[in-house]
T-cell receptor, first 114, second 108 residues
Framework: EAQVTQNPRYLITVTGKKLTVTCSQNMNHEYMSWYRQDPGLGLRQIYYSMNVEVTDKGDVPEGYKVSRKEKRNFPLILESPSPNQTSLYFC?????????????FGQGTRLTVV | TQLLEQSPQFLSIQEGENLTVYCNSSSVFSSLQWYRQEPGEGPVLLVTVVTGGEVKKLKRLTFQFGDARKDSSLHITAAQPGDTGLYLCAGGVIRMRFGAGTRLTVKP
């Protein structure tokens, strides 16, 4: 089954404690992206990657890092989380037969930073 | 300020009614996508519109892309409770931008 898998689904952490949210896709997509979703603001793009070792900033990259060492994986790293990073995070991949605009999303990671 | 403005923000209707939600922008997009998101899940792509003036139908859902490729609409005919969810429009391909969404509730 074609899917994007994120882990963990829920995470509560304390300010300043480094964390990683993993994302893996099994569709051999070249394009992967991270978004955060906040009430009234919709989804905002954090980082995206066009291929292995190729990453770039989205609209809200501050406080986040990413890496793309393998095509299937695109982890999101918060080196020093702060309460304003409390949000619902989604990973997406694209680049199938219908092109990059057909994005597949993971089920989300709800992060709370206290 | 949202790059893509969706209206209405909330919509609650009875089963069987028709409805239209709108997605507007001052920017031209090469393509616009519509997604539906249910609680606890990620958005699921419904349709992509590419050509100005394009109309696409997906069962009871009709999607239209404006002639100038700045706006789009989603019309649902005879809404059903299963249509309940958050409808999101998104523009662009690599640097994808989303509207804040229309939260639709269809009551039996």
């Amino acid at each position: 089954e074609a899917q994007v898998t994120q882990n963990p689904r829920y995470l509560i952490t304390v300010t300043g404690k480094k964390l990683t949210v993993t994302c893996s896709q099994n569709m051999n997509h070249e394009y992967m992206s991270w978004y955060r979703q906040d009430p009234g603001l919709g989804l905002r793009q954090i980082y995206y990657s066009m291929n292995v070792e190729v990453t770039d900033k989205g609209d809200v990259p501050e406080g986040y890092k990413v890496s793309r060492k393998e095509k299937r994986n695109f982890p999101l790293i918060l080196e020093s989380p702060s309460p304003n990073q409390t949000s619902l995070y989604f990973c997406a991949s694209g680049g199938g037969p219908r092109g990059l605009s057909e994005a597949f999303f993971g089920q989300g990671t709800r992060l709370t930073v206290v | 300020t949202q790059l893509l403005e969706q209206s209405p923000q909330f919509l609650s209707i009875q089963e069987g009614e028709n409805l239209t939600v709108y997605c507007n922008s001052s920017s031209v997009f090469s393509s616009l996508q519509w997604y539906r998101q249910e609680p606890g899940e990620g958005p699921v792509l419904l349709v992509t519109v590419v050509t100005g003036g394009e109309v696409k139908k997906l069962k009871r859902l009709t999607f239209q892309f404006g002639d100038a490729r700045k706006d789009s609409s989603l019309h649902i005919t005879a809404a059903q409770p299963g249509d309940t969810g958050l409808y999101l429009c998104a523009g662009g391909v690599i640097r994808m931008r989303f509207g804040a969404g229309t939260r639709l509730t269809v009551k039996p």
